[in-house]
């Protein structure tokens, strides 16, 4: 897995490299002032752990997350938006009891994240380094069992009468922060690639945990 994590500063490379060896090919491209975007990241987040009150602590394993998010250009250099991401990851966590026992568990952490983004790109033209920084809502689901289940029943109007249990899961939604360094190429008119590093940060009530992850976004200018 952190084998992939290596590709996308590869692709950036690649990108910078295509521009430089084929500036004709950059050539008339519009400037992004005054475009709206549509812009779909693929994101790789790397291992990392929460450690907790009482010694307890959850090793989350790395994975993939999509996304989807819209942008506005206010100028050639600088952009506001906004973005949606989910990933659903692995852990293995330290539980600790009452009594001081400790017991292990593992499980599937899933989190979904609303954020507000800000991107300064350094250079107008079409192969650009940018700055990026945001603020926004995580929510986090541990699928741990956090009260009794219980059922409920429906008529459905294509399957007919349907029960289904729910058990409650311990979650939390917390305030995210993520600041970025990465690559831009406005390959055409409408089309772009987008590539970079990000640390996070989730303001948890217990820990304030921080991951790294990797991006690449495709991007399509209206």
Request: hydrophobic share 40%; aromatic share 14%.
């Amino acid at each position: 897995m952190r084998r992939i994590s290596k590709l996308l500063p590869a692709i950036a490379l690649a990108a910078l490299v295509g521009g430089i060896a084929f500036p004709s090919a950059a050539q008339g491209v519009g400037h992004r002032e005054g475009t709206w975007e549509f812009q779909l990241p693929l994101t790789y987040t790397e291992s990392w752990t929460a450690n907790g009150d009482g010694g307890s602590k959850a090793d989350v394993n790395a994975g993939f997350g999509l996304g989807f998010g819209f942008a506005y250009n206010f100028n050639d250099h600088l952009q506001l938006g906004g973005s949606f991401n989910w990933s659903s990851r692995s852990y293995d966590a330290t539980l600790v009891q009452t009594n001081g026992v400790p017991r292990h568990a593992s499980g599937t952490l899933e989190s979904s994240t609303i954020a507000l983004n800000g991107v300064y790109f350094l250079f107008a033209g079409p192969l650009t380094p940018y700055a990026s920084a945001s603020i926004g809502s995580t929510f986090v689901d541990s699928n741990i069992p956090n009260g009794q289940s219980s059922t409920a029943c429906w008529w459905d109007p294509w399957w007919g009468y349907i029960c289904n249990d729910y058990t409650p899961t311990k979650t939390e939604t917390d305030v995210s922060y993520n600041v970025g360094l990465g690559v831009r190429w406005d390959i055409s008119r409408v089309m772009a690639l987008q590539g970079g590093y990000n640390r996070m940060w989730l303001d948890s009530s217990h820990s304030t945990p921080e991951f790294n992850n990797w991006t690449l976004s495709f991007i399509f200018r209206m």
